[in-house]
Structure formats: C-alpha cells, structure tokens
C-alpha cells in the first residue's frame, strides 16, 4: 500500500471472515449468518459479531453433557441414536472441518490460538465460527485469525519453537492447562477435547490426520514448501520497500532490518528447518494422544504404479495390488463407496478380504477404499478412484422424480412444496459411473462436479432447495438444480460434456400417469429397482409408497399411517412354499383391482403385480431365494401384510 507516493505496509493476506465474507462465498444473505470471534476490547471475551450465540451457547451445553456415547456424537450431525438421518435433524458443526482447523493449529504450533498461552490457556483468542442458521445441514465451521504466533524454529517465550506441543495443553504445568468457564470463553479446541472421548470422532480424526501427513498431503514437507514459495514470491519486491519503510522503526541506533539481511534468513529457518522436522513432530505428539493410527494404511499400485488418494485415468483396463504395508493385519477393501469400517469398529459386510499378493483386474471406473485391520483395530483409508477414457452411462438410470410436492408445515411456517422438488438416478450397473461434466439442460438444470465417480447401486439426488431437502428428509442432497419442474409434466434431458443424450423423458400427469404424485405428496418412483424400458413410459413409473418419496433408497414399502391395517381379509397358502403360493382376498368386491408387492425383511421390493380377487403367483419370478418375506395386499387406502416363509 502506498498513500501520497509514500510506502506504507503490506495488507493482510486473509480476508476477515464475517457474514459479508460468509454470504460471498457461500450464498445466501450476510443477515443469515451467526458469526463468532473474540473481542480482545472486552477483556476477550466470545460475541457474536453477526447475529447471535444461541447455536454456539447450544454447542457448549452439548459440550457440557459430553459425547461419550453414540448418540451424543451422531447428535452432533443431525442423526438418531443409531446413527440414521431423520427429519428436523440439525448439523450443528462441521466436524471434518473442526478436524482440519486443529490440525492446522497444531502443525503451525500456534500458541495463540483458538486459546492462548499468554492468558494460561483460561480464555479464547483469533478464531472465527461462522454458521448459517436458517440452513440446518451445515453447522458451523472455523478459520484461524492473526495466526504471528507460529512457525517458530527457535524457542519465542512463551512458545518452545518447534517442539511446540498444542495438542496436548495439559501436558504444560497445572496453571497453564486448558478451561473453559462457559460461553465467554467456550472455543473450537474445547469441543474438540470434549469430542475426543468418543471413539467413532478419534477414528475420523486418525483418518483424516494421517492422509493429511503421507506423501502427497498438505503437511508434507514438499507441499509446505510450496505454499511457502508461491506467498513468498508474492511479496518479494514489497518486502524491499517494507524494510525501507519499517526496517529501523523499533531499532534506535542499531542496524536496520532489511530483505537480504533479515527476511531471507527467518524464511530459510521456515524452508529448511521447520517444515523438514516439523510432521513427524506432530505426528508424535498425535500418537500419544491417540489421535494418529498405529497402523499405516493399505499401499495402493495400480498396474505397478503406487497412489496416494488419487484420481487415476486407467484406459481399458488396469490391475489393482492393495498391499499391507504392517507387519500384521488384513487388508480389507469396498467399492461401493463405503467405508470398510462399520460404526463402532466393527467390519462392514460389504468389505472384501484381499491377500496382499493378489492382484485385481478393473476394465471400468471404480472407486477403491482399504483399510488394514489388526486385532480390532484399523488403519486410516486409502483411496483410489479409476477412471477411463470413455464414459459408460449405461447403467446410470433415473429413479425418482418429486415435481408436485405438497406444502408442509413446519414451526409455524408454511413451507412451499416446490422447494421440496428433486430428481434421483442410480448407478445400477456393475461398475462406477463417471458423472464429470453431465448436465441437466432442460426442465431444470444443473452440472454434475467433475471426477464425481457413483459407485454401483448408488444414488445421487439433485434438488431445488438443499436447506429445505434437509430439513425435510434428514439427509443432505448431492447436488442443487435452478429452475422448478413443471407441475403439468415436461422434457428432462441429461447429456454428457460432448452432448451425448443420455436420459430424455417427458413425465405426464394424467391417467394412466400416477395421479398420486401431483400434489398428492408421493414422488414418480421407478417400478422396479433397476429399471428398463423408456422412462417417458408411464409403465416405467409408479407412485412412491412414502409419502414425500424414498430419495437416496429404492421405493420400499414404509408404515403408512393412512393405510388401514388388516381391514382386508387375505388367505395366503400353501406358507411355507417351496416358490407358488395362492393369494384370495375374502372380502372382494366387484370392479376392484389389488396390488400385490412382496418385499424382504428390509423392506425392499422385490417385485408386484396387479390382480382380482385370486391369484396364483411364482416367487421365482421375483427372485425370492429361501427365507422370509413380506406380502402387502392393498387397493386404496386398504390393505393387509403377511408374512411369506420360502424354503427349498
């Protein structure tokens, strides 16, 4: 900056980040904003320098109670005690991104913040929570503020130097440990602390910790380094004029600071001793909290070729080792897109064991997690996304389609159905779908992200207000669409980036359409799991058995309160069947039709059919192998479930 000719300082690199800042880049209006900071005036005192405490205030009571158990924790993020997404659940806080702030407190070795050694770690300083508080999926998140107080190599009182200890304050002498007294001084180190007593929080934070410090991560001494050269050469020249202007201001009578002399030399303790001895520092100081893996995770070679969490374009084909880099344990991976790793340390049924020499062929995109589990306990993941020249959509299909929603009532608030629309499609083929670049360009419209692979069986769900899809259904949507859909049925068109058609439809709304889906609050839901056909034929279409739809699940038979249980008198035999079963509705009527669906024991479709008053129908034809299901006979609002056991 200059004023009048006259050099004058260099600005601030980071912007303040309050709710002009917040409403910039993440939408909305700044009025929405809650915005927490420090007032250093004030006596450092926590305020809301933007709208309010109150979700803060709730945030340190749920501190107070603790998260030792599952419930507490998936409360946090706006689920039930088993860890499901319900409606008016609410995300009060970020937590990958409460991971990462720490980690950056801690790497850095800031020991002003978000507590300070130099008021013996009893009050909040420089940080800044922002949160929307009219979107409920989102919580807060935090960004360090005036962070001078890091980096050093040398011993700065009352800072160490690079032995800098700041994840575990308590770990200085008594009067140095950290408190928090309440709201005036409640601040993101304290939720952190508090949250490390629940186990499924200290494995995310283990994750995350250890991919951030292997080879390609943000910790590394080469991505340090970097950063460190790109803000350098940024004020090379202005650093000449800063100690022109500055250089003597605090040094009466003594040589003046300059570029050469001074700045090279602390930046060269930065590059050549900080960031080269720093990470394993840390890394140290992490395992002794249990905050870092005891195992390393699984090495990923893809045709001979290791990859650190990388997007790998593999041509045609390509061949997968997952190795175990640990003296013990078994390497365990998914790709579906879940986690090998259930809740509660437990393995999830759908990770498949993998002998370290065993080499797996891929000719289709695919995404790759493993993990290493050693007597209960796990390594981080390792991730591996492949991708190839030429997009397959054939087995990307659209499911669901909510274009009428009815109104609904929330607090005291009329909510307008069209901010419930969405639009769902399911990977349903054997391999990962590349959704790069697709877009829809049409009734609404919307670009897919780009290196967005869609495991098989899995769903994305595009919608016309995300805060709303949230607070609705609990859970949070894949992407956000501009526009409406028509209430009277219209064209939706998706292409790919070279304009490859590759869903078109035109949706109607009168018979033989399902009429329940226009206004009547269900969804268009596929007929079948995994659908043929055309989808601009109604046949394709049936209306959602939930009312509001089944976003993110095919359509399963839910409890529906307006549904009249065993009002209809059904004879079901023989049960148990070896596959053919007569069904007899006692109480027919003439003119009327039933629909019949068999479903498992999960609640998911397997098939249906419509019929009088008799029928005889092969479970074979639906695929049912030995076990027990459901069959729900209904016709309006009527209905009557029972239990079908097949055997063979």
């Known amino acids: 900056l200059y004023l009048n000719g006259m050099y004058w300082g260099l600005y601030m690199s980071q912007e303040r980040a309050e709710a002009r800042f917040a409403e910039s880049y993440f939408g909305d209006d700044s009025e929405d904003y809650d915005v927490v900071k420090v007032d250093v005036e004030a006596g450092y005192q926590v305020e809301a320098t933007d ?24 409360a946090l993020e706006g689920r039930d005690a088993n860890g499901n997404p319900y409606r008016g659940g609410e995300i009060l806080v970020d937590i990958d991104n409460l991971i990462d702030f720490m980690l950056v407190i801690f790497y850095t070795g800031n020991i002003d913040s978000p507590t300070a050694v130099f008021m013996s770690n009893k009050k909040a300083n420089n940080f800044y929570a922002i949160d929307n508080r009219n979107d409920r999926s989102k919580g807060f998140i935090f960004f360090t503020h005036d962070a001078e107080h ?23 002498t008594d009067n140095l440990k950290m408190e928090v007294s309440g709201i005036s001084s409640f601040h993101p180190q304290w939720l952190h602390y508090k949250l490390t007593s629940n186990k499924e929080y200290v494995s995310r934070f283990q994750n995350r910790a250890y991919n951030h410090f292997r080879p390609g991560g943000v910790f590394t001494e080469e991505k340090a380094r970097e950063r460190i050269s790109k803000r350098v050469n940024e004020v ?125 062929n891929f000719r289709g995109p695919a995404v790759i997690r493993a993990r290493v589990l050693e007597k209960g306990s796990w390594s981080a993941i390792s991730e591996a996304r492949l991708y190839t020249g030429n997009a397959n959509y054939s087995g990307l299909k659209i499911t669901e389609i909510q274009y009428h929603p009815e109104d609904y009532i929330q607090g005291s608030d009329t909510i307008k159905g069209k901010d419930l629309e969405f639009l769902e499609f399911k990977n349903t083929g054997t391999d990962a779908v590349d959704l790069s670049g697709l877009k829809i360009d049409s009734a609404v419209t919307y670009t897919f992200p780009l290196s967005y692979l869609l495991p098989p069986g899995a769903f994305f769900v595009a919608a016309s207000k995300p805060s709303r ?11 956000n669409f501009r526009g409406n859909l028509a209430n009277e049925g219209e064209e939706i068109l998706v292409s790919g980036m070279d304009n490859r058609e590759v869903i078109r439809l035109t949706y109607g709304i009168t018979a033989p359409w399902p009429s329940e889906a226009d206004g009547e609050g269900n969804s268009l839901a596929s007929a ?34 307006e549904l009249e249980e065993n009002e209809l008198d059904v ?78």
């Open 51 to 74: 709208g309010n405490l109150d979700s803060w205030q709730k945030l340190l009571d749920m501190c107070s109670d603790g998260f030792s158990t599952e419930a507490s924790y998936n």
């Open 150 to 172: 890091s980096l050093f190599s040398d011993a700065n009182s009352p800072g160490i130097g690079l032995s800098e200890n700041r994840v575990n304050i308590a770990s200085r």
């Open 236 to 360: 090379d020249l202005a650093i000449i004029s800063e100690s022109a202007r500055w250089g003597d201001a605090k040094r009466p009578g003594a040589a003046p600071y300059t570029r050469n002399g001074n700045w090279f030399g602390e930046i060269n303790k930065i590059r050549d001793v900080y960031v080269r001895y720093r990470p394993e520092i840390v890394i140290g100081q992490l395992r002794a909290e249990g905050l870092y893996p005891g195992l390393d995770a699984p090495v990923i070679a893809v045709d001979g070729v290791t990859v650190n969490n990388d997007d790998i374009n593999i041509g045609t084909s390509a061949g997968v080792a997952i190795s175990n880099p640990n003296s013990a344990g078994s390497v365990y991976y998914t790709v579906d897109g879940s986690d090998p790793r259930s809740s509660g340390g437990t393995l999830n049924p759908s990770a498949i064991f993998v002998n370290s020499s065993a080499k797996i």
């Open 469 to 479: 899809f949230f607070d609705y259904y609990g859970m949070k949507a894949s992407g």
């Open 528 to 561: 079948e799991n995994d659908p043929g056909g055309d989808p601009s034929d109604y046949t394709y279409w049936v209306s959602s058995f939930a009312k509001g739809g089944n976003p993110f699940s095919d359509n399963i038979l839910g409890d529906d309160n």
């Open 571 to 648: 004879s079901l035999y023989p049960n148990p069947t070896t596959g053919i079963i007569r069904v007899e509705i006692n109480s027919f009527e003439p003119d009327r039709t039933y629909e019949m669906i068999l479903s498992d024991m999960s609640g998911r479709i397997t098939g249906r059919i419509e019929t009088g008053r008799e029928s005889v129908i092969d479970l074979r034809r639906f695929k049912a192998s030995q076990g027990v299901y459901i069959l729900t006979v209904r016709s309006g609002k009527q209905s009557r479930k029972l239990k079908v056991v097949v055997i063979r």
